[in-house]
């Protein structure tokens, strides 16, 4: 990871006025309670998800984890299930589109 020094002289380089008392107080700020909860629901997510087979969508993962008696808005699943990379299982035929043969001619 880059030192606070190095990033209060690029910042400063382009032209942004920061303390270098600013940048040690970011660095050595303590979490914030919603960054915490976001961790802990991320976990609570991944396993209800993998749980169900990996089927599982947003409403689902967020009914699931009502009936388990965890409260949580249905946004309030959706971003961390966008930030592991979780999806559910769509229903229908997948799309096939002509794929081109480059060495063939082509129409007038």
């Avoid at 006025?17 to 940048?23: E, L, V």
Wanted: aromatic share 4%; glycine share 10%; proline share 4%.
């Amino acid at each position: 990871m880059f030192g606070v020094e190095p990033i209060c002289r690029v910042l400063t380089g382009h032209g942004l006025k920061i303390a270098t008392s600013t940048c040690y107080a970011a660095k050595n700020r303590t979490p914030s309670a919603r960054s915490v909860r976001d961790a802990e629901l991320k976990t609570q997510i991944s396993r209800v998800h993998t749980d169900n087979f990996s089927v599982y969508g947003v409403r689902k993962v967020w009914r699931q984890l009502h009936r388990q008696g965890i409260p949580v808005a249905r946004c309030t699943v959706a971003q961390p299930m966008r930030d592991l990379g979780l999806e559910g299982a769509r229903r229908g035929k997948k799309i096939r589109t002509t794929i081109r043969d480059d060495g063939q001619e082509r129409a007038g």
